[in-house]
DNA sequence: CGCGGGATTGAATTAGGTCAAAAGCCGTGG
DNA sequence: CCACGGCTTTTGACCTAATTCAATCCCGCG
């Protein structure tokens, strides 16, 4: 279930690395694992044992309904920290989106030093709140948007989170940014175009999934917020 | 802006009440407020000065977009706590649906109180979990749940929650509903004609928001869960 | 080069939204 | 007690945004 596909590179490091920002306990062993295209971290229901951030690569995290339909919660990107619940199993499935490495950190570990630094207790409270806050954030996009909006609220979104070079290189399918968005893929193809055809958005390489901005204002008349 | 149209009785009392399960000072004092039907108890973006637990009644929480469409992400039922933020301010705008009381407390004490109990402190964590699974859940039924599937989930969650009589008492309107599971009141309106057809619900005395469910079974099949 | 999985685009369908009317319910005041 | 006015809810008819179904198209890669 859990090891499967990956190498494994065990490494000594700090909590710095997953996030914390407090001196504590550097004894504290982090591990590294590698996950190909595709494959599951974890799954939903599963008992929660780690707690993962991206080193490199993408996530998506996703609950399913008994016949297939797929809602993505929530995309992980190099730097994010996943996986960390309060309960103890897992709320959603994680699935590399490409080869991805993840650093982990045993929950228990983790809990263990919650427990007596005061100051990394509430580092994951700040952490689940922003979680919340995503997703918040998202059930009004969900509940309200219409799919122009959503997928310009999502190319905002990615451009923000990929702030790197000014060409957004998305690591998902079409298919995953529909389940992300509440829509179907076509539809998110269809609102690309159009957000092309405003002049709004480049297609840049060959590649379909390297998109340039060349209108964030515009952009974001369009994704309408509060 | 905050206090505007309540009756304030100031009453000493122990945190217990808001839901805090340890023992601890007990000198801290919560009041009551009581808000009008309809009245607004917070807005989105103010600074979080309180945190509330609905003594009677009940509110809705909600963001809206600038053309007024909008989405509640939770109703609050008595016992229900709500206004806990980590940040400052408010992420979302609150409602008494109907005459409604709340206990509060300043969200400054409860932090201070937090900071010198590890208890506490994880009843916070535990509260924000909660939130967040929940708004993680309403992001499923948002982004891919049939209308019918919604008002059933939403059925289901009231007949939980309003745990008393087998009379489900909804003190919220179709809109409210609608506003909370993404579609129109008319919509809502159909899918709830739908399910007393099928023999599902029933409607009781004069009101149209007392519901007795005959058929939890058939409902939960309707309501596809993972 | 040719194969295969995305991605785009078009045409037809439909679930849910919009608009409109009627019915039901509640409080108020005569 | 009844009548009136202002809601909320239901129901119907029609409309549309998004889905579904179905071709291509387009690249990346063996």
Redesign the interface.
Known sequence: MFVRNSDVTSRSSSLRDLGMTSDLNPAVSLSEFSYKKGTEIYG??EPAEYVYQVKTGAVRSY?????G???I?AFHLAGDIFGL???SSH??TAEAIVDTTVRLIRRQTLELVA?ND?VV??N???M??T???H??????L????TSLERVAAFILEMDQRLTGADVIALPMSRRDIA?Y??LTLETVSRALSRLHEFGIIEFVGNTQRQIVLSDRQKLATID???
Do not use: V, W, Y
Request: glycine share 12%; hydrophobic share 30%.
């Open positions: 939903e229901k609950k399913l309904l008994s016949d339909r797929r809602q919660g619940e309060n309960g709320r959603f427990d005061p207790a509430n994951l409270l700040n689940t709140t979680n919340l806050q997703a918040e954030d998202h059930m009004l969900l509940g309200r948007k389940d968005l509440g309408l917020q509060g």
